[in-house]
């Protein structure tokens, strides 16, 4: 069983900077991928970044040069570096983490994000 803390959401001006962080806790568990996803309600919830345990990143093109995904291995915990904040990003982001088989599939409770002036 593992457990997913996430933190670092709030209210931030345009141009704005945030740090969400994902901390994940067990056992018996290895940790493939770690990504974050987020949720308006008006869409469905999509990627926004994902990195793999040899620290490849994939991210969405809406975020591409705004946004840094990294991970540190010791201590189970990915983080979201946001800069350059657009009120576009305003949602409810999640964290979640698989295995490589997909047998671990957790996600985080959410936390919110909102760009506003």
């Known amino acids: 069983q593992v457990q997913l803390v996430e933190s670092g959401g709030g209210l931030v001006q345009p141009g704005g900077s945030l740090r969400l962080s994902c901390a994940a806790s067990?056992?018996?568990?290895?940790?493939?991928?770690m990504g974050w996803y987020r949720q308006t309600p008006e869409k469905q919830r999509e990627l926004v970044a994902i990195?793999?345990?040899?620290?490849?990143?994939n991210y969405a093109d809406s975020v591409k040069g705004r946004f840094t995904i990294s991970r540190d291995n010791a201590k189970n915990t990915v983080y979201l570096q946001m800069n350059s904040l657009k009120p576009e990003d305003t949602a409810v982001y999640y964290c979640n983490v698989r295995s490589l088989s997909g047998r671990l599939n957790t996600w985080g409770q959410g936390t919110q994000v909102t760009v506003s002036s």
């Open positions: 067990g056992s018996g568990f290895s940790i493939y991928k």
């Open positions: 990195i793999i345990s040899g620290g490849i990143t």
